[in-house]
């Protein structure tokens, strides 16, 4: 089965929390369990002419709006989440988002062309996880569950096909 590694899309400006350093950036969620991180939290975001609440946010940390989450849910329905509500005040809208606490599941290598490498081992048929890519943490997501999403004309993800070996 492939595996992509997902992102947002170049062609999107998404949403970027004011505030958030200490409460959601990558190093405090995986120091912390589950249960020390509160279970609702809210932010402002960065006012941006062409800002667009797309289902999927890498930064500062994974988080997914509610059709994605709903989607995970049926390929691994015990994951657990943080909800999160990004608003922009000048123009008085806002979206819920929600962190999921994933398993990490090693280091992904880049070969000749850039692209990721990843043992099968390693996905153990796993629907979405993530893995250490240098200094970065990325998200995997199995092709039937990326496929899933897509059909639910989601917005902003963009997909980088990893290599299993």
């Avoid at 123009?91 to 599941?105: D, G, H, N, R, W």
Wanted: charged fraction near 25%.
């Amino acid at each position: 089965m492939k595996y992509f590694a997902v992102s947002v899309d170049s062609n999107y400006v998404a949403p970027v929390p004011v505030g958030w350093q200490g409460i959601i950036d990558k190093k405090t969620i995986h120091r912390k369990k589950v249960y020390e991180i509160q279970e609702h939290l809210l932010f402002r975001v960065e006012s941006h002419m062409q800002m667009v609440y797309t289902d999927v946010i890498t930064f500062p940390c994974f988080m997914v709006s509610e059709t994605v989450k709903k989607v995970i849910g049926r390929y691994q329905p015990f994951l657990k989440y943080t909800r999160v509500v990004l608003f922009q005040k000048e123009k008085e809208t806002s979206m819920a988002y929600y962190i999921p606490f994933l398993e990490q599941v090693g280091k992904g290598k880049k070969n000749g062309t850039g692209r990721i490498l990843l043992g099968r081992e390693q996905t153990d048929g796993r629907g979405i996880a993530e893995i250490q890519d240098g200094d970065n943490i990325r998200i995997i997501m199995r092709m039937d569950l990326v496929e899933s999403i897509l059909r639910r004309k989601t917005v902003g993800i963009g997909l980088e096909e990893i290599v299993i070996t």
